[in-house]
């Protein structure tokens, strides 16, 4: 698949995407600058939410509508959603800036009315988020763009992945293997399902949405083959915001990206060959070389050849066989050890 022009899969560099979220903390001043920051940290694409408290949920406070525990725990939905969301009437000027900038931008559509203005801001891709995969009508509405659609996994068993990617059709997608504990701990991770939604979901790219702390989670993910990586973005923790405990700062979103892209370029190939990089290492491997001085006809002795470095002279596999033979000219300590230097072996018992 590929997103505004840039190809996503394997052969690619993952594909890094900073999650707004709500951590604009209500100043579009701020969501624009974490727009700029996120072209800076080595961002591919800065990813909105769009929705209203009231596209969402409703105002009540009636049994399930506080949340218990957590970072958000004793809030009703209607409260931290009206802080979180990100209003409508900023999403022009993000996406404005964010083009400007050579930026790719898209955003999470909770319901019909927010795909729809998505629409008619071009926006190159869809994200279903984890909570939203189970809203089919939601991802057949967002696929009949046509646009490629990226589903979080968060919660999901994978017959609802199932449904879902089937609701999906035929539009470009990518799977993001999820978990929805904020913040996560790396052990709740178990990154070994990104390589088998890849395998269960063939044509499908395969990636993460992380929830934990820090980036060792993100490049382990690069390694197990995530071809795609979301990641919560803050300019500062310290400033608070409804995701800011388990989002990165523009510093360290950086240091992920270059990690990632390093640890993918790593993982290469199955290759057992010389490298580049080791060519001229084979010179100081170890190989036979004469250690004190040998006259003419004298034996080749424990005491006059070994193995050392460098790898000059005879591989050391055959030490055994000149052991014993003579030299057939005077042998300098310090040369290396060749055939042409030793008498020929004697004949075995049968000629």
């Not at 993100?218 to 979301?230: F, H, Q, S, Y």
């Not at 290492?281 to 424990?302: F, I, K, Q």
């Not at 005491?303 to 033979?325: E, Q, T």
């Amino acid at each position: 698949m590929s997103i505004a022009g840039r190809p996503i899969g394997r052969g690619h560099p993952p594909y890094l995407i900073a999650e707004m979220s709500g951590n604009h903390n209500g100043d579009l001043s701020r969501a624009l600058a974490l727009v700029e920051a996120a072209k800076e940290a080595g961002a591919d694409a800065v990813k909105l939410q769009t929705y209203t408290a009231d596209t969402i949920t409703i105002a009540h406070d009636g049994p399930g509508f506080r949340l218990e525990g957590g970072l958000w725990g004793g809030r009703t939905l209607h409260d931290l959603y009206r802080e979180a969301h990100t209003p409508w009437e900023w999403h022009a000027p993000l996406f404005e800036r964010a083009r400007s900038l050579g930026l790719t931008i898209f955003s999470s559509p909770f319901d019909e009315t927010a795909i729809e203005l998505l629409e008619d801001l071009d926006a190159p891709a869809f994200k279903i988020a984890s909570f939203e995969l189970i809203d089919l009508p939601l991802i057949r509405r967002a696929a009949r763009s046509g646009r490629p659609l990226i589903i979080s996994t968060g919660l999901a068993t994978l017959g609802e992945i199932e449904e879902a990617v089937a609701a999906a059709g035929d539009v470009p997608l990518a799977l993001l293997h999820c978990v929805s504990g904020y913040p996560t701990p790396p052990e709740d991770c178990n990154l070994r399902t990104i390589p088998h939604l890849a395998e269960c979901f063939s044509g499908v790219a395969a990636g993460l949405s992380d929830h934990s702390q820090g980036i060792a989670v993100p490049v382990a993910a690069a390694v197990m083959g995530a071809t795609v990586i979301e990641k919560h973005f803050t300019l500062s923790r310290a400033d608070g915001g409804v995701d800011s405990a388990f989002s990165l700062e523009p510093a360290e979103f950086r240091a992920m990206a270059d990690a990632v892209r390093t640890a993918t370029a790593a993982m290469g190939r199955v290759d057992y060959g010389v490298k580049p990089s080791e060519a001229g290492g084979r010179d100081y491997r170890r190989s036979l070389y004469v250690v004190a001085d040998v006259e003419a006809g004298e034996p080749l002795t424990a005491a006059n050849v070994r193995s050392i470095r460098p790898g000059f002279g005879m591989a050391p596999k055959h030490l055994p066989d000149v052991l014993g033979r003579r030299a057939v000219r005077r042998l300098n300590r310090g040369e290396p050890l060749g055939w042409d230097m030793l008498t020929p072996a004697p004949e075995g018992p049968h000629g």
